[in-house]
């Protein structure tokens, strides 16, 4: 009777340290996968600093130790699913995400740059797993500060269309309703504001969305008019001009687009003779691309501003 008891606590006693043995080598799988992969990823970035930063949570020593063991849940702490807010060092890959929190708008505005779809987003297949998306709000900051170097000051949309859509029970449909509740407020605020961009992402893939010049790529464009209000044929010419610099390789050409709903025929263009509906690129195409024909947009628009 006595051996059998002591046979059933040595069992108990090697059942706890494989526990033990087993608890430990999953810790430390855990946080050799997080080393690992942040190294890969800093190669990956090519000296872009993200990867410095995706899995500090994850290693660092406090945050650890303070870990609820008891609680699974404390677990998903050292998940990889995190937003990443961190500075881009110069280097020779477009720092895109940069432009996010150094883009400083002009309080004299000759262009009013803000997107109705402001979600759309290009290809982030390297970056969407830690829940950064190049959106068409992006773009905005890039055609913007291609208008700087250019010299012609510019306002992008900071505003939330979604958060407008929610405070005032409207559904994704009325969009332009809220797009064009801010645009007016920036034309009150800003009576330099001329030109009006509104820009958008289609939803075509590569085979449409993307062309090669002279061994470089770019995303193409296409420009919607709608012909429903008086000063219609204004913005037709605006976007006739911009067509015609840009080439047939490299723009689409332009949609008109009937009706007299705030959406189909208007599109919040009635609210000047110098406002434009821009579909740059597609779902499949990076923001390299993106970056390279908002380059050339902003030439053209240099043109034009100096022709008038």
């Not at 609680?71 to 110069?90: A, G, Q, T, W, Y």
């Not at 420009?223 to 490299?250: P, R, W």
């Not at 053209?300 to 501003?305: A, N, P, Q, S």
């Amino acid at each position: 009777m006595k051996k059998r008891f002591v046979t059933k606590k040595k069992g108990k006693v090697l059942i706890l340290k494989m526990l033990s043995i087993l608890f430990v080598l999953f810790i430390s799988c855990v946080v050799t996968f997080n080393l690992l992969l942040k190294s890969t990823l800093e190669k990956w970035l090519a000296n872009i600093d993200i990867g410095k930063n995706l899995f500090t949570d994850a290693t660092n020593q406090n945050a650890f130790l303070s870990l609820d063991l008891l609680d699974p849940k404390e677990m998903f702490r050292l998940s990889l699913n995190h937003v990443i807010d961190v500075e881009i060092e110069e280097d020779d890959s477009f720092p895109a995400l940069e432009l996010v929190t150094k883009h400083e708008n002009s309080d004299q505005p000759l262009i009013y740059i803000y997107n109705t779809h402001d979600t759309e987003s290009y290809d982030s297949s390297l970056l969407e797993s830690y829940n950064i998306k190049y959106t068409t709000r992006i773009g905005s900051y890039i055609l913007s500060e291609h208008l700087r170097d250019l010299g012609i000051p510019s306002y992008v949309e900071t505003a939330s269309m979604g958060e407008y859509l929610k405070a005032n029970g409207l559904s994704y449909n009325s969009s332009y309703k809220a797009s064009r509740y801010y645009m007016e407020e920036r034309l009150r605020t800003f009576p330099t504001i001329k030109y009006t961009i509104d820009l958008h992402r289609d939803s075509v893939g590569r085979n449409v969305g993307a062309t090669s010049i002279d061994g470089k790529s770019y995303a193409r464009v296409m420009f919607v008019v709608g012909v429903g209000y008086e000063c219609s044929e204004d913005n037709m010419a605006l976007a006739q001009k911009i067509h015609e610099k840009l080439g047939t390789k490299l723009s689409r050409g332009i949609l008109e687009r009937t009706g007299s709903s705030t959406v189909k025929g208007i599109y919040n263009q009635d609210v000047g003779d110098t406002a434009l509906l821009l579909e740059v690129g597609g779902v499949e195409n990076t923001i390299e691309e993106v970056n390279n024909t908002l380059e050339l947009i902003a030439k053209c628009l240099f043109e034009i501003i100096g022709e008038e």
